[in-house]
């Protein structure tokens, strides 16, 4: 598989070592400063980029009619346009707030527990997420879709960041050095308390999550999202 490597950070030469070592081969890197490689020479592309520039690099990937993967977050106020942009270019691509295998089975958890603990009112829901230092956006993109999946089943319609109201879902958003990414669900009430936890020990799984979606992504069309890629029901 040639791949498109769309933003070079420490993603970025996690998922090309990984790559390199299943056999695929980098045909294009790019930063916001530098550009090395064919883009049109790529099967798939796998963009991890920045916030402000994740919009611009999907729009440039799907016009050359390339099957591209994102785990960028904190840009998903555009989504949407990159969605119609995609159908209307009969493009592919999946985004994912995490591409880690494993935090996505905790996605399938979490709706479980949530579709269970909606009868349970007694029962108060908060959300805490653990980062590294250098992480841009807050509360991190997987805290978020796991709060916007509680909130389809909770008494509460809203979150809130670091901070507490009685009508919304609080996400505590720390950041630590050289933490690769801890989310804590928990449910609290006056005589106990249930917590779901997923700890990434290394960015490994995000990398070959990332790997896992590009190859299955490679000869499809479409908007799909890592349910797809492995299988599990939503319902």
């Known amino acids: 598989m040639k791949i498109a490597l769309i933003g070079y950070g420490k993603m970025g030469r996690v998922i090309e070592k990984i790559a390199q070592t299943k056999g695929h081969q980098i045909v294009f890197r790019s930063t916001s400063t530098h550009r090395e490689g064919t883009l049109t020479d790529a099967d798939v592309a796998i963009e991890f980029s920045t916030p402000e520039t994740a919009f611009d690099n999907l729009m440039e990937v799907i016009e050359a009619k390339i099957p591209v993967v994102c785990g960028t977050t904190g840009w998903l106020e555009r989504y949407e346009e990159i969605v119609a942009y995609c159908k209307k270019n009969d493009g592919s691509f999946i985004y994912a707030s995490n591409f880690s295998i494993g935090v996505n089975l905790f996605f399938a958890i979490n709706t479980f527990a949530a579709r269970l603990m909606r009868k349970w009112n007694s029962y108060d829901v908060s959300v805490k997420e653990i980062h590294h230092t250098q992480k841009k956006d807050a509360p991190s993109g997987t805290a978020i879709t796991i709060t916007e999946e509680i909130l389809k089943y909770n008494q509460k319609k809203d979150w809130i960041l670091n901070a507490q109201e009685s009508d919304k879902l609080t996400i505590t958003a720390v950041r630590e050095k050289d ?57």
């Open 179 to 235: 933490v690769k990414g801890t989310h804590k669900v928990s449910y609290v009430s006056d005589i106990d308390m249930i917590s779901l936890e997923h700890k990434a020990f290394s960015r490994d799984g995000f990398a070959e999550g990332a790997l896992l979606a590009a190859a299955w992504l490679k000869d499809k069309k479409g908007i799909f999202s890592m349910q797809d890629v492995l299988g599990i029901d939503s319902e």
